[in-house]
Nanobody, 123 residues
Framework: QVQLVESGGGLVQAGDSLRLSCATS????????MGWFRQAPGKEREFVAAITYSGMTRYYTESVKGRFTISRDNDKNTVYLQMTSLKPEDTAVYYCAADLGYNTVLRGRASFWGQGTQVTVSS
């Protein structure tokens, strides 16, 4: 029932920056905890970042700490992933996820997922 649409992916050079967006028309968006995940070819899905419904608490996987920032704008029903100092290892399809349970998002078991947006980082 909750439709999530990612955008902002593309091809960039190592060291560059990119901002991903995940938008929804869900009228109760502000009640959902949100997360970003990624999956590279031949690899398992990986947690990237999560943010609570209020935006007050954020959590990141170790490999992106200090480089990525998750944020949200509840007035625009949108969650963002600002990525800086991109590395080739960041290349993956990035998905956003939503759930009413924060731990459920962290565990990668969110109820709702977007279709993904491709991020490719060249060296």
């Amino acid at each position: 029932q909750v439709q999530l649409v990612e955008s902002g992916g593309g091809l960039v050079q190592a060291g560059d920056s990119l901002r991903l967006s995940c938008a929804t028309s869900e009228r109760t968006f502000s009640s959902y905890h949100m997360g970003w995940f990624r999956q590279a070819p031949g690899k398992e899905r990986e947690f990237v970042a999560a943010i609570t419904y209020s935006g007050m608490t954020r959590y990141y996987t170790e490999s992106v700490k200090g480089r990525f920032t998750i944020s949200r704008d509840n007035d625009k029903n949108t969650v963002y992933l600002q990525m800086t100092s991109l590395k080739p290892e960041d290349t993956a399809v990035y998905y956003c996820a939503a759930d009413l349970g924060y731990n459920t998002v962290l565990r990668g078991r969110a109820s709702f997922w977007g279709q993904g947006t491709q991020v490719t980082v060249s060296s």
